[in-house]
């Protein structure tokens, strides 16, 4: 790390503190003014770590306190996030956020200012994925992404994040942020695995506290898996239920696993949990009369048990027939503006109606976009 650079970073944007921003074209001019200062291009974020830091704490920091600049002074979190960069797996960061906060007195000096420390954190984080993205090698597919549009999404982010209040929730939207663009990179399947299987565990973790489930002391996490045993209201008492979550397809080496679990640690039942899919094999061997106390499911399956929505969904039936939007829906087409990418001279539009699905079909695609950003519907 450069510390000059860096001290010299937080001097300059605590410096301007004084002169309040009124709008976001002023903010960008600052940001320009003091990355020129510091000598970083604004168009072109430099490749290397200590750049890559600078760099995001200016486009982060403008407008910010100096008690939350001098976090991230920090020796502590310079590492993890020099650690997450090298080693392009920002888990290293997401799960340490929370205890360097809580670690730091600092934290209690932001926290009497009436800002919570945490989210600042977590918006730096996804500040640093995004410049540290903008700066990968021609053959990564975010080489010619402009600044601007990354300018526009942390704006985006920032609010998604002002809207969550509890740490775990501002965890799970980081996590899921990173998985975005993780998915973006050349393939490591196994950095892919270890966010999916992070995302799972707090979906569940959070799934499981909302409907009144207590967790044992019992708890292994493993980079491919993770494990659990908890405890669900019965008619007497409890019943414990052993589980186990996978990112990757569940399969039939898992249900094994399992059947040991339950007679080893004498669960009444156990659950094997998958964010993608369960294999058929894996089904079938949980058909057996031996292992009947085995149940297989996707993430979005062990909810749909849970929760049910059939009266919302009747109601909504029913509100749609009574308003008679059954009769006089029309379609919806869209467009797609298309301009070209050294000139931003508009080249013309795409349309998209019946023979595309509609607007349905478009967002259908979207969806399935690996490269997808953001979309506005107007």
Known sequence: MTVDLLSKAITAIASM???????????????IKLLKKLN???????????GVYVYTLVQYGVGKPHEILELFRQEEIKQAFREA?????????????????????????????GIDPFPEYAAFAMAFIEVANSTRKPSEVLRDRKLDAINQNLSVLQEQLSKL??????????AIQSQTYQKLQPADE????????????????????????????????????????????????????????VEREGGLSDVQSLRKAVDEHKTKEAWL???????????????????????????????DEQA?????LDWLEAEVKRKGIDRMYVPLACIKEEYDPVTQEKLGVSRYNVDDGWIEGYIDHWLNDRAKEHISIL
């Open 190 to 245: 196994s950095k892919n695995e270890k966010i999916g299987i992070f995302i799972l565990a707090e979906q569940m973790r959070g799934w499981f506290e909302t409907i009144g489930y207590k967790f044992d002391s019992y708890k292994v996490e493993e980079e491919k898996f993770f494990e659990w045993i908890i405890n669900i209201p019965a008619r007497r008492g409890y019943d414990r239920i052993f589980v186990r979550g």
């Open 85 to 113: 960069f090298e080693q392009n797996d920002p888990l290293i960061f997401i799960k340490k956020g929370q205890d360097f906060i809580d670690g730091y007195a600092l934290g209690d000096e932001i926290k009497k200012l």
């Open 273 to 303: 949990v998958s964010a993608r899919k369960i294999s058929p094999a894996a089904r079938n061997e949980v058909k057996k009369e031996e292992n009947q106390d085995i149940f297989c499911y996707t993430f979005d399956e062990l909810l």
């Open 17 to 31: 503190a004084a002169t309040p921003i009124k709008n976001k074209f002023e903010r960008k001019e600052a940001v």
């Open 308 to 312: 049910d929505f059939s009266k919302y």
């Open 165 to 174: 209040k509890e740490p775990k929730e501002i965890l799970l939207e980081l």
């Open 40 to 50: 970083l291009k604004y168009e072109y974020p430099p490749a290397d770590f200590s």
